[in-house]
């Protein structure tokens, strides 16, 4: 089904896509030095979605879960590497036969952000599917499929809440675009500007 003939952006699922524009809060909370927490609401106030795992470390591993705590996605990413390279795999596999989406920097080097998404069923790798742009000043960056933009994320920095290790986003996802996928490409790009 599609909204004004837009056709629906679905990665992890099309129970993610919404018939209308939808606007989101993230906050994130670290909780040791090691761990940090995303918790994703609705402008109601209402738990769409967490994400766990660590922070600051090798294993580079997060987990995306809807309220009742059930696995939705498992991100992982390569370290050590000037591309920062990142899997996206269904619930908490790690197999390489669930992979749903691979992110990687456009460049090694880069002055702006330039981040490209490709799905698994895109066997070429030529063209990304997504492409992330944004600047290194903010976490804040939009989220196109092509020349469509589907989604915005303003980061809601002070230096008041970094030191407290709470800080929080606004998310506008645009009608029926899977809004897990991009808090995934979120907490992905959170992870990469982390120091």
């Keep these: 089904m599609t909204v004004y003939g837009v056709p629906p952006v679905s990665v992890v699922g099309e ?3 919404a018939p209308y524009p939808l606007e989101l809060i993230v906050k994130k909370k670290i909780k040791k030095l090691s761990n940090a927490q995303f918790e994703v609401f609705d402008l109601s106030g209402n738990l769409l979605l967490q994400v766990d795992g660590g922070v600051w470390n090798f294993q580079l591993k997060r987990v995306l879960r809807d309220p009742a705590g059930f696995p939705i996605l498992t991100i992982r ?3 050590l ?23 990687k920097q456009s460049h090694p080097l880069q002055i702006k952000k330039a981040i490209n998404v490709f799905l698994t069923n895109n066997s070429k790798k030529k063209e990304p599917d997504f492409h992330i742009s944004g600047s290194y000043t903010s976490l ?22 970094f030191c407290k290790g ?10 029926e675009v899977d809004y ?3 808090v995934a490409l979120l907490v992905i790009l959170d992870e990469n500007d982390t120091p």
């Design 140 to 161: 804040s960056f939009k989220v196109y499929e092509g020349r469509r933009l589907i989604a915005e994320v303003k980061h809601n920095f002070t230096l008041e809440s």
């Design 81 to 103: 590497t000037l591309w920062h390279k990142w899997k996206a795999h269904a619930g908490e596999s790690t197999d390489d036969s669930n992979v749903l989406f691979t992110v």
């Design 166 to 175: 709470k800080e929080r986003y606004k998310v506008k996802v645009y009608p």
């Design 77 to 79: 990413g390569k370290v």
């Design 180 to 182: 897990a996928f991009v």
């Design 15 to 17: 129970n993610y896509c």
